[in-house]
């Protein structure tokens, strides 16, 4: 019972985001910038990108992570640790943008240090915020807590967080065939609610 209590406290603080609904005009400008190693993250800012246009950017670093997931596992467990922020071959002009989505994926239970190292490279004050995340079957972490903790001269809105692959057990690629439908209707449902027109 009291697993089940700790249950209902945890997920709806999942959700105790910001649900104010942005007043989007027609010439808002949308960047959708992401960060996936699998993919996974990567169709959801596709789905994403399908439905409100503006440009979008897959974020890259200086020094790519290593290919074998016990290796960036422990890599990414030192630097969250640490704080360290890797350098990002990735640059945007934050200047020509109103509305930015934010995508990855949860790391170590965490926001992965490539966005946190986004975050710190460019100043989002006085733009929306809106973050979406795949994770591996164990949520989002404190992911979105700490995007609200970086941007806190922007309105953050509410985020979206679906379950993708896990590399872990040799599931890579896991939002595609039915999983892809699925996720387009739960995005499409999400964007209305934050009152997001799509551009066509
Ligand atoms: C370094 C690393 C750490 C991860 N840590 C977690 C985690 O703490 N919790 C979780 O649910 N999934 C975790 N995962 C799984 C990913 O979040 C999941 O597979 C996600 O869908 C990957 O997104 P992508 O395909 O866009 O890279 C981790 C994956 C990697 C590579």
């Given at each position: 019972?009291?697993?089940?209590?700790?249950?209902?406290?945890?997920?709806?603080?999942?959700?105790?985001?910001?649900?104010?609904?942005?007043?989007?005009?027609?010439?808002?400008?949308?960047?959708?910038?992401?960060?996936?190693?699998?993919?996974?993250?990567?169709?959801?800012?596709?789905?994403?990108?399908?439905?409100?246009?503006?440009?979008?950017?897959?974020?890259?670093?200086?020094?790519?992570y290593p290919e074998k997931?016990?290796t960036i596992?422990?890599?990414?467990?030192?630097?969250?640790?640490?704080?360290?922020?890797?350098?990002?071959?990735?640059?945007?002009?934050?200047?020509?943008?109103?509305?930015?989505?934010?995508?990855?994926?949860?790391?170590?239970?965490?926001?992965?240090?490539?966005?946190?190292?986004?975050?710190?490279?460019?100043?989002?004050?006085?733009?929306?915020?809106?973050?979406?995340?795949?994770?591996?079957?164990?949520?989002?972490?404190?992911?979105?807590?700490?995007?609200?903790?970086?941007?806190?001269?922007?309105?953050?809105?509410?985020?979206?967080?679906?379950?993708?692959?896990?590399?872990?057990?040799?599931?890579?690629?896991?939002?595609?065939?039915?999983?892809?439908?699925?996720?387009?209707?739960?995005?499409?449902?999400?964007?209305?609610?934050?009152?997001?027109?799509?551009?066509?």
């Open positions: 019972m009291k697993s089940l209590i700790i249950f209902f406290v945890s997920f709806s603080s999942c959700f105790r985001m910001d649900t104010r609904e942005i007043k989007q005009s027609t010439s808002d400008t949308i960047l959708i910038v992401f960060l996936s190693r699998t993919n996974n993250t990567r169709v959801l800012a596709e789905i994403i990108h399908d439905q409100v246009g503006g440009d979008l950017v897959a974020l890259e670093l200086e020094n790519p997931y016990k596992v422990k890599l990414v467990a030192e630097e969250n640790e640490s704080g360290f922020l890797p350098a990002l071959k990735t640059k945007v002009d934050m200047d020509k943008y109103d509305i930015i989505f934010l995508g990855f994926p949860t790391w170590g239970m965490q926001l992965p240090p490539p966005m946190k190292s986004f975050l710190a490279e460019n100043d989002l004050s006085g733009k929306t915020v809106i973050p979406f995340n795949t994770h591996g079957g164990y949520g989002l972490g404190n992911s979105f807590k700490k995007v609200k903790e970086l941007c806190p001269e922007s309105t953050v809105l509410k985020g979206f967080s679906i379950k993708g692959g896990s590399e872990r057990d040799g599931i890579f690629l896991a939002i595609k065939g039915k999983r892809r439908k699925d996720a387009k209707l739960q995005v499409k449902s999400w964007l209305n609610e934050l009152k997001i027109s799509t551009p066509k």
